[in-house]
């Protein structure tokens, strides 16, 4: 059974930076897709970022384009979300999923292994 703990999570002004960070027990499947959600209240959650294990290919949603950067460190398990240029309108939990899979359409597969989130805000 896969575990995903993200961390990094916190409080930052607007414009400023964050990196999160999700470590994957026993490890990361060798083809997989790993993503980056996020979810505010009263809010559906949004996939942001995602990334094919296999071959590094990634995604992102618009409204993170060229502001959010989904990276991945296979010797240490890990997958990243650094995040620039942050708005109020980020403020959110951040979750990070993976799916075992060879299909490399990231953005549109149905994760089945969840972390328990962690919690970004940004003031203005």
């Known amino acids: 059974q896969v575990q995903l703990v993200e961390s990094g999570g916190g409080s930052v002004q607007a414009g400023g930076s964050l990196r999160l960070s999700c470590a994957a027990s026993?490890?990361?499947?060798?083809?997989?897709?790993m993503a980056w959600f996020r979810q505010s209240p009263g809010k559906e959650r949004e996939g942001v970022a995602f990334?094919?294990?296999?071959?590094?290919?990634?995604a992102y949603a618009d409204s993170v384009q060229d502001r959010f950067t989904i990276s991945q460190d296979r010797a240490k398990n890990t997958l990243y979300l650094q995040m620039n240029g942050l708005k109020p309108e980020d403020s959110a939990m951040y979750y990070c999923?993976?799916?075992?899979?060879?299909?490399?359409?990231?953005?549109?597969?149905?994760?089945?292994?969840w972390g328990q989130g962690t919690q970004v805000t940004v003031s203005s």
């Open positions: 999923a993976m799916r075992a899979t060879s299909y490399r359409r990231c953005s549109a597969m149905q994760y089945n292994f």
């Open positions: 026993p490890y990361i499947y060798d083809t997989a897709c």
């Open positions: 990334i094919y294990i296999g071959d590094g290919t990634t």
